[in-house]
């Protein structure tokens, strides 16, 4: 009987409406996915650059294509977010300054300025 009435719950024409009305109003408050990374294949060679920086430097501690944390948070579409996770938003001066002094439990990272300059470049794929 229970299984039954499970099915008819499902297939009720009204209640898929209902459903997608919700999906799409979690779309419009900002639940929506995060927009896809640049593939590495479509780097420039200043982004190229940027990757390899960031693999020397900041890699063991952070996903690049993802949000899941490592050590510190994923970076995925770090700088297309309204804030990075500690609530200020990602402008490349706010990143230069978690690198360069750190931030909370991240140490500062010795990134000199040429390399930064890839590295931000790099980041803004993500
Ligand atoms: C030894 C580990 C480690 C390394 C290396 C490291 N980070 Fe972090 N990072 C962290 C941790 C831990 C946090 C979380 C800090 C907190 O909120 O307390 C963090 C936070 C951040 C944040 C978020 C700041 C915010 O305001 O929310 C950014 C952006 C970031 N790191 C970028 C980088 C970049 C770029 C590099 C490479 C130059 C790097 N990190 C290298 C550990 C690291």
Redesign the pocket.
Known sequence: MFFRSRIAYASSPCLIVLALVLVSGLALTGCKPLPPSKPAAEFTPDEARGAQ??HA??????YPTTTRG????G?QA?TKLK??????P?TDE??MQ??RH??????P?P?EDEDMQY?LAY?HTL
């Open positions: 920086v960031f430097y900041c890699a063991r501690c952070h490592l050590k510190g948070p970076l770090l804030e990075m996770p500690s609530g200020t990602p706010r990143i978690t690198i750190g931030h909370g439990m991240m140490q990272v990134v590295l980041l």
